[in-house]
């Protein structure tokens, strides 16, 4: 037998808070152009026990994200490897933990955020019945490659129509015994980057579970895909990146909303009694790490302030004991059955790697989810290092860690979750 408990709860935060995602905010929010929410599905089969949250918040830390899924789980009478947390990945949500980001850390929020979460984890797990999942899978062309090569040997941050992308549109479906559908979970790989400024709001994803919601009577809820290389495309005056209107975002939200809505004539059955979860870190290596002498240089002498920060930061490690060699991802499993799976991976992830998973696990059905359990760092593949770009070797500044990955973690991930699929 399958029980599933559905429950949703507002997170936005209760007064203006400091924004994380871009590196151009000199204030504070000034608003709100959709409430922040934070969902979760708890699912148990005869032998094992799932927990699935959803938050439209950019993600978490490896720190925030372990003293979250401790105290969850204590919370609902689970272990944290039966935990999950996942992400919409807003730029629009507050700015929570350490990054190297205009502004502070908002604690009070922080707190109030980790408060939210285990109530609404603990109001699914009391509202569990018996019920039923299915899966379908359609496909969307929102969305577009956002690294272009410029012939040159390096590569633009400009739309590639082109370049590599996930448009699996995957959808998990919940109902009770009697055929009432009680709530969905749609997984899509496009980065939620549509808007900027200093509104809180959900982006796409936010206006796409607000329209299946309204389709189906039943809460809806979103977890990004490996999406590190992919983001939105709306046209407009430049040939570029356009930031569309709210009235264009819902709009494409909707026609979203309707390829999930078309792809569930075709569903499929999940035999969930049978429902088993894991969870493995292992470490992926960094490219060569700085020393102490280019960091003392760079703190004092950047130009850019955020890097300037990094540098600082990593001055402290090094004082502390040592740069670390490598970094912990966490990769947890839900075997629903023989013939379907979600993989949770940390960070962002480029969708190569993703796409790699899902061959590598044929044929049953995977699901990818990127930006769950801790957003290390982004997380590139192969293929991209021979252009190099900001996903490679221009991001790590922002996530505090002293150096990119080394050009074999694609390989790394793709064996470490092929080994931990074959133990299930």
């Known amino acids: ?136 899978r359609g496909r969307s062309e929102f969305g577009v490659s956002r690294r272009l090569p410029d012939g040159k040997g390096g590569v633009l941050f400009a739309p590639n129509p082109d370049g590599p992308m996930d448009r699996d549109l995957d959808t998990l479906w919940f109902s009770n015994a009697e055929g009432e559908l009680i709530g969905s979970l749609t997984i899509f790989g496009c980065h939620p980057t549509s808007r900027g400024g200093y509104l809180l709001g959900g982006d796409y994803p936010g206006f796409l579970c607000r329209a299946l919601s309204e389709q189906t009577g039943a809460p809806s809820f979103f977890s990004t895909g490996c999406a590190g290389n992919i983001r939105p495309w709306f046209r407009g005056e430049n040939a570029g990146f356009n930031t569309p209107s709210l009235e264009e975002l819902e709009a494409a939200s909707q026609r979203i909303a309707t390829e999930v809505m078309e792809s569930q004539w075709d569903q499929t ?80 992830v480029l969708a190569e790697i993703g796409l790699h998973i899902k061959t590598e696990l044929q044929p049953a059905t995977t699901i990818a989810v990127a930006y769950s359990n801790g957003l290390i760092a982004y997380v590139p593949s192969k293929e991209t290092y021979d252009l190099g770009g900001y996903e490679v070797d221009g991001s790590h500044f922002y996530f505090l860690r002293p150096a990119p990955f080394a050009k074999e973690i694609e390989n790394l991930i793709v064996a470490k979750t092929a080994a931990i699929v074959e133990k299930l």
């Open 269 to 348: 059955p999940v035999s969930a009694e049978g429902l088993s979860i894991t969870s493995e870190f292992h470490q992926l290596p960094y490219a060569e790490l700085p020393d102490a002498v280019a960091l003392q240089d760079q703190a004092k002498n950047h130009t850019n302030p955020f890097i300037r920060h990094w540098a600082s930061e990593m001055l402290k490690l090094c004082e502390a004991g040592g740069l670390p060699k490598s970094c912990p991802q966490e990769i947890q499993v839900i075997q629903f059955s023989d013939t379907i799976r979600a993989i949770f991976l940390g960070g962002e």
């Open 1 to 136: 037998m399958t029980k599933i408990g559905i429950a949703s709860i507002d997170i936005t935060p209760q007064q203006p808070v400091w924004l994380t995602g871009y590196g151009n905010r000199d204030h504070r929010s000034e608003g709100i152009y959709q409430s922040l929410i934070a969902g979760a599905i708890s699912i148990a089969g005869d032998t094992d026990e799932a927990l699935i949250l959803t938050a439209d918040l950019i993600g978490y830390d490896l720190a925030y994200a372990a003293a979250a899924k401790s105290r969850i789980a204590e919370s609902v009478g689970l272990l944290p490897h039966q935990v999950v947390l996942t992400a919409t990945h807003t730029h629009c949500a507050p700015f929570f933990y350490p990054m190297a980001m205009p502004g502070e850390v908002e604690t009070e929020y922080a707190e109030f955020l980790l408060n939210r979460l285990v109530e609404v984890a603990v109001s699914a797990k009391t509202q569990q019945v018996e019920g039923t999942v299915a899966f379908s």
